[in-house]
């Protein structure tokens, strides 16, 4: 039952239904909200009523009794039913479905948000083919016209972009999150085409960001729901290019989550769709994300990969920077080798033909090369991943003890750094090379390191 469906129920305003699943056992309704209330109940199902009423035991209730609190470590996936096609109605039903799901957000326990279910394989893939019949042949440009209060909103995109990329996780998080539930509250307001275009393109840039930032805070299934609401608002204001990056996301966390073919299908259904006259930034990207995601899968799509590589970089070689939106500001030549290296280091780990594992770790190594010496004044973040990233390739060249060093320093460098993105990379890292070289010195002394350092961000966590 979606939650406007019971605050209806109840005669109550949706947020206050959020605030009573936030404050739990805290929560006394009148005696008119309780008699409807326990009716309601009584029809929902199990699941609905331990979303809604966070443990609240229905016969001590009708008893008058107190409540018992509940463990609230146990997953509950605070999100509806509706999540399962996130991808219809109109953008009245998108900016609600936002507003209402961010307010949950931001009130909701942290162990509870970390439980949300995430959808794979056919259920995920539906969902971005469902957007890509959507896409208008020819892209519609974006209204120009506005004044200063929306300037203002679209301004404050680009800097939280910026204030992301210092890796500090979920206060920022959250901060986004508010912004991207006042914004879509605004959508509903009284306002011209124009205007309500403009503010369902920041309601879609802001999704997409507080779906970055979700998942850089390990809540995958979360950061899932924010990309599909996103990806739904730029249905309604035909951002395919922008769309099409937001399905890029999607696949890095699948990829990231060992779900390669699940990427693959979705990177090539966002690339075989996208206009002719789409951004050769994104359909780069797309093509580098392609090219991972098929070296993952091992040797026998190593030819797909490869191809994907040369298509990534000839496509970007042949983009034009001209105007290019900030959403892809990050797509430079250093984030193209960053691509391009992180397909041949699969590559090279995957294949167990010693010449063609060299050959394939010497051409990502010389990329990361290509990246460092790329690197423009980039954040600590961006220089730990590339650490990381010659740290895999030392690996694939089975080198040890200069990859645990590798390693060892990006743990150094990470700390008081909050990023499931680079603490994935570190134990990706850390996980063979125990395997393999447990006994060397220095894989022990990385490992050590990487412990301590993983408890500590644990403890601190913020989502």
Same mark, same amino acid.
């Given at each position: 039952?979606?939650?406007?469906?019971?605050?209806?129920?109840?005669?109550?305003?949706v947020r206050t239904?959020?605030r009573?699943?936030?404050?739990g056992?805290?929560?006394?309704?009148?005696?008119?909200s309780?008699?409807?209330?326990?009716?309601t109940?009584?029809?929902a199902?199990?699941?609905?009523?331990g979303?809604f009423l966070?443990?609240?035991?229905?016969?001590q209730?009708?008893?008058?009794?107190?409540?018992?609190?509940v463990d609230?470590?146990?997953?509950?996936?605070v999100?509806?039913?509706?999540s399962?096609d996130?991808?219809d109605g109109s953008p009245?039903d998108?900016v609600?479905?936002?507003?209402?799901?961010?307010a949950?957000?931001m009130?909701?326990?942290?162990?509870?948000?970390?439980?949300?279910?995430?959808?794979?394989?056919?259920q995920l893939?539906?969902?971005v083919?469902?957007?890509t019949?959507s896409l208008?042949?020819v892209?519609?440009?974006?209204?120009r016209?506005g004044?200063?209060e929306?300037a203002g909103?679209e301004q404050?995109?680009?800097?939280?972009r910026?204030?992301?990329?210092s890796?500090?996780?979920?206060?920022?998080r959250?901060?986004v999150v508010?912004?991207l539930n006042?914004v879509?509250?605004?959508?509903?307001?009284?306002?011209?085409a124009?205007t309500?275009r403009?503010?369902?393109?920041v309601?879609a840039?802001?999704?997409?960001l507080?779906?970055?930032?979700?998942?850089d805070t390990?809540?995958?299934?979360?950061?899932?729901?924010y990309?599909?609401?996103?990806?739904?608002a730029?249905?309604?204001?035909e951002a395919a290019?922008l769309?099409?990056?937001i399905?890029g996301?999607?696949?890095?966390?699948?990829? &990231? %989550?060992? !779900?390669?073919?699940?990427?693959?299908?979705l990177v =090539?259904?966002a690339a075989?769709?996208? $206009?002719?006259? #789409? +951004? &050769? %930034?994104? !359909?780069?990207?797309l093509?580098?994300?392609e090219? =991972?995601?098929?070296?993952?899968l091992g $040797?026998a799509q #190593? +030819? &797909?990969a490869l !191809?994907?590589v040369?298509?990534?970089?000839e496509?970007?070689?042949?983009?034009?920077?001209?105007?290019r939106?900030?959403w892809?500001h990050?797509?430079d030549?250093?984030e193209?080798e960053c691509?391009?290296a992180?397909a041949?280091?699969?590559?090279a780990l995957?294949?167990?033909?010693p010449?063609?594992a060299?050959?394939?770790?010497?051409?990502?190594?010389?990329?990361?090369?290509?990246?460092?010496r790329?690197?423009e004044?980039?954040?600590l973040r961006?220089?730990?991943?590339?650490d990381l990233r010659?740290?895999?390739?030392?690996?694939?060249?089975?080198e040890?003890?200069?990859?645990?060093m590798?390693g060892?320093?990006?743990?150094?460098q990470?700390?008081?750094?909050?990023?499931?993105?680079v603490?994935k990379?570190l134990t990706g890292?850390?996980?063979p090379?125990?395997?393999?070289y447990?006994?060397v010195?220095?894989?022990?002394?990385f490992i050590?390191a990487l412990?301590?350092y993983?408890?500590s961000v644990t403890?601190?966590g913020?989502?």
């Amino acid at each position: 039952m979606p939650i406007r469906e019971f605050a209806a129920k109840l005669g109550i305003g949706v947020r206050t239904v959020n605030r009573w699943e936030a404050r739990g056992v805290t929560v006394s309704p009148g005696p008119a909200s309780q008699e409807i209330l326990d009716a309601t109940v009584d029809l929902a199902s199990e699941d609905v009523r331990g979303r809604f009423l966070l443990g609240h035991r229905v016969a001590q209730l009708e008893a008058g009794t107190p409540a018992v609190a509940v463990d609230t470590r146990r997953p509950v996936d605070v999100q509806l039913e509706e999540s399962a096609d996130v991808l219809d109605g109109s953008p009245a039903d998108t900016v609600r479905r936002i507003e209402e799901f961010t307010a949950t957000d931001m009130a909701t326990r942290r162990s509870v948000l970390l439980g949300l279910s995430l959808l794979t394989g056919e259920q995920l893939v539906r969902q971005v083919q469902q957007w890509t019949t959507s896409l208008p042949l020819v892209q519609v440009p974006t209204d120009r016209l506005g004044d200063d209060e929306l300037a203002g909103l679209e301004q404050s995109v680009v800097f939280f972009r910026r204030w992301d990329a210092s890796g500090n996780g979920g206060l920022h998080r959250k901060a986004v999150v508010g912004q991207l539930n006042a914004v879509a509250e605004a959508v509903s307001q009284p306002a011209s085409a124009a205007t309500r275009r403009r503010l369902l393109q920041v309601v879609a840039e802001l999704a997409q960001l507080a779906g970055w930032m979700t998942y850089d805070t390990g809540a995958f299934g979360l950061a899932q729901r924010y990309y599909l609401f996103a990806l739904d608002a730029c249905r309604h204001v035909e951002a395919a290019d922008l769309g099409a990056k937001i399905v890029g996301d999607i696949t890095q966390m699948s990829t &990231a %989550l060992g !779900r390669y073919d699940d990427s693959v299908s979705l990177v =090539r259904t966002a690339a075989a769709r996208l $206009p002719r006259n #789409a +951004s &050769a %930034l994104v !359909r780069s990207e797309l093509l580098g994300l392609e090219a =991972r995601a098929c070296a993952q899968l091992g $040797p026998a799509q #190593a +030819s &797909a990969a490869l !191809r994907a590589v040369d298509a990534c970089v000839e496509t970007f070689e042949g983009a034009s920077t001209r105007d290019r939106p900030d959403w892809v500001h990050y797509l430079d030549q250093a984030e193209v080798e960053c691509l391009a290296a992180n397909a041949y280091t699969e590559l090279a780990l995957v294949d167990t033909r010693p010449a063609r594992a060299a050959t394939y770790a010497g051409r990502a190594e010389q990329h990361v090369i290509n990246t460092v010496r790329a690197r423009e004044g980039s954040y600590l973040r961006s220089r730990i991943l590339d650490d990381l990233r010659l740290g895999r390739i030392r690996l694939a060249q089975q080198e040890p003890a200069e990859a645990a060093m590798i390693g060892l320093r990006a743990v150094q460098q990470a700390q008081g750094m909050r990023s499931t993105v680079v603490t994935k990379w570190l134990t990706g890292l850390a996980g063979p090379l125990n395997l393999r070289y447990g006994s060397v010195a220095e894989v022990s002394e990385f490992i050590d390191a990487l412990t301590a350092y993983i408890q500590s961000v644990t403890a601190k966590g913020v989502l």
